[in-house]
C-alpha cells in the first residue's frame, strides 16, 4: 500500500467565516489605517475557518422534497437514490411532498414545517426553490442542496433569481450547495478499497467521471463535491474541508471559474500547510474557453496568466486535460514522499528509453548519470555494450530470467535515484509478464517510487489488469507523456510542500509611514503625471534619477547645469502615456542651448495635441543597465497583482513577464525573476557585468507594498523602465505612470 502523503490530521469543526458582505469578504480592498490580528493592511483577510461540512457529507438525518415514487418521473429516480445513499451513510429519510401520504413506504410529510426533527441535509427536487428555502428558513437545516437550473448561468436575469435563493436563507445558517448542481455527491462509493483517498471537486458534474471511473482500477475516493453555480458553498470552502481529511491523499478538481480569489488563496494556502496535494484542471486559458464557462456556471474565470500565477504561488498543480487529472492525482494521492529527485529510466529497448528520456529532460526532470560503480555493477547482467549510464538498456533477454530482478534492485539503490520507471511500449509474453511481476515484486520492498507505463492500446491482458493494476505500490500510466507530467508534479509538489512558507505570514498588518505620504498624493479617477508618478515611488523608497520639474526655458537650464550634462527632458502631465510617440522625450542633451530649445519644442508639441502640462522634467542620464518593469494591475479575483518583466519595448514585443498575488515575500520575488525567458540578462551577457538582482528584488517588495497599501486608490502603477545598475549599485525608475482609481 503506497504512504500517504500526509500525516493523520484532525478535522476543524468551525463556522465559516462571515463578514458584513457576505460569508466570504471579496478582492476588493479597504483602505483601512487599523487592523484585526486576522487581516492584512487593507483589510483582507489572512486566515479563514475550516467550513463544518461533515452533515452535509455524512448527515444524520435527511428531508427530500419533491419526493416521488411515480414510475417514469425524474423525480423518482433520484429519490430512489437518494433514498439508498442515506441508508449507506446511515441517515434517516423524511419525503416531503404535498399530496403523498407515503414514498417508497417511508412516512411522507406535506410540509417542511411538518419534519418531525430537525434536518441536517435538505434535497430540493422542485423547479421553483425559492419559496421553499423561504420555509426552510423557519426549521433551520444545516444544508440544502439545490438541483433547479435557470440561474446565474443564464445571465443578468438569473442571476437576479440566484440572489434571491441566497436572500431567502439568509441568518438562517443553513449552507446551500448549488444551484444548477447535480447528484455526484450521492454516488455509490466503493468502500472495499483502502489507502490515501482523492477527494474530488467539480462544477461540471460530467467533467469528474474520469476520476470517479478510477474506483474500477482500484484508486480509493472519498468525497465528490458538485459545485455547481456556488450561490453559497464554493470551491474553495471543500478546497479548505478536504486538506483537513485524514483519509484524502489528494484532492482533484475541475474548475470552470472562481467565485472568490482571496477565499481561494486561503483554502490552496491550507492546503499546502498540510502537504496535501491539488491538482485542479481550470479552463478559461483562451476567450472561448472563458466564454464558455461563463455562460456554464455564471462565474468570472479570470486572468489567466493571473489565476496561473497564483496557483503556482500556492503549489496548485495545473494540469491541462482530464487524463491528466486522474493519473497525477491517483499518483499524488498514494506515493510516499521521494528519497531523492532523480529519475531513473529502465526499459528493454533502447529507442524506448531514448524516446522515454526525451520528454523527461524536456519536461525539466532530473536523469542522473549512474555512478562507474553502478554501471559495473549491471554490466554483470546487462551485456557490456549496452548503456547503462541512464536510461539503463538491457536487451531484452536479463528480463526473462533471474537477472530481471537484479537488475531493478540494483537501479533502486541507488542513492541519486527517487523514482523508476519502466516503459513498456506493447506486450510481448512471457518476458513481459515477468516483467511487470519483477517490478511489482521490487516495489513491496522499496520506499522508491515505481512507475510503469502500459503502452498497449489493448488493456485487457493480464500482467495489465492483474498485475500491475492489482498492485497499490505501482504507479501505472497509459502514455508516456502522462507518467512525465505526473512525476514532475510529484517531485515539484514534495520540493514546495517540504519548504512551504505561507505568502501569508509575510503580510504587512499595520500601514507604513510611507502610506501616509503617498495616499496624500493621489487624485481620485485621475491618471498621474510622471512628476507626481515618481513621487509616490519616492515615498516607498523607490530610488528615481535626480530631476527637477521646471516651467521655463530659463529653469531647465539652470536645473541641467544643477544635474550635470548629458540630460534627459520630458514633458510630465496628467494624460501623457507614451510620451515618446507623440515627440515629448529627448535624450543626450549636452548644452544650455539644446535645453532651451528643447524646452520649447518639448511644450509646443503639448500645445498643438491640447495635452496639459505640469511642466518639463529634466533628468540625470541613465544609460547603463538592464532595462525592467514593475507594475500594479487590478485583477476583478484577486485584487492588486504585482508583475515584473523585461522593460522597454521588449515588454510588449516578448511579452517576458511574472505575476504575483500579494502578499509575498522574498523568496516569491526571487522566483518571479527565475519565470522570466530573459533572466539571463540579469547575470551578465556577453562581457556585460551582473545586475543588481538584490535591489531589483527590494523594488518588487516595496511596490508590492505600494499594492497592499494604496490598493484602494490606485488601479493600476507602471515602472518602466527601472533601470537595474551594475551589482551593488541598484535601481533606478526611470520613468512611471500611475492611475488612481
Known sequence: MLGSTHGTLTTTSRPARVTACGRHPGPAVHGTTTTGEDTDVSGRPLSSDVPDLDRLFRPRTMAVIGASETEGRPNTAITRQLIDWAGRVGARVHPVHPTRTTVFGLPCHASVRDLPERI?????????????????????????VVFASGFAETGTEGATAQARLTAALQGSGTRLLGPNTNLNAFERFRDDLDGPAIALITQSGHQGRPVFALQELGIRLSHWAPTGNEADLECADFLSYFATRPEVGAIAAYVEGLKDGRAFLLAADRAARHKVPVVMVKVGRTETGARTAATHTGKLTGADDVVDAAMRQYGVIRVNGLDELQDTAALLARARPPRAQGVAVYSISGGTGAHFADLA???????????????????????????????????????????????????????SVGVLVCPITGPFPPLSDRLARDLVDAAEKTDKLVCVVWGSPVGTEDAYRTTLLGSSRVATFRTFANCVTAVRAYLDHHRFTDGYRSPFDDAPRTLSPSARKARALLRPGEQLSEHAAKQLLRAYGIRVPREQLVTSAAAAVRAAGQIGYPVVMKASGPRLGHKSELGLVRIRLTSASQVRDTYRELTEIARYEGLPLDGVLVCQLVDQGVEMTVGITRDPLFGPTVTVGLGGVLVEVLDDTAVRVPPFGEDHARAMLGELRGRALLDGVRGAPPADVDALVETVLRVQRMALELGDGLAGLDVNPLVVLERGQGAVALDALAVCR
Do not use: C, M
Open 361 to 415: 529532460s524536456a519536461a525539466g526532470l532530473d536523469l542522473p548519470l549512474l555512478s562507474t560503480a553502478k554501471q559495473n555493477e549491471l554490466h554483470q547482467w546487462i551485456p557490456g555494450y549496452l548503456s547503462v549510464a541512464n536510461p539503463v538498456d538491457n536487451g531484452g533477454h536479463p528480463v526473462g530470467d533471474w537477472r530481471g530482478p537484479k537488475i531493478i534492485d540494483a537501479i533502486l539503490a541507488d542513492p
Open 120 to 144: 441536517d441535509l435538505a434535497v430540493l427536487l422542485v423547479g421553483d426553490p425559492a419559496p421553499v428555502l423561504e420555509e426552510l428558513k423557519e426549521t433551520r437545516p444545516r444544508f440544502a
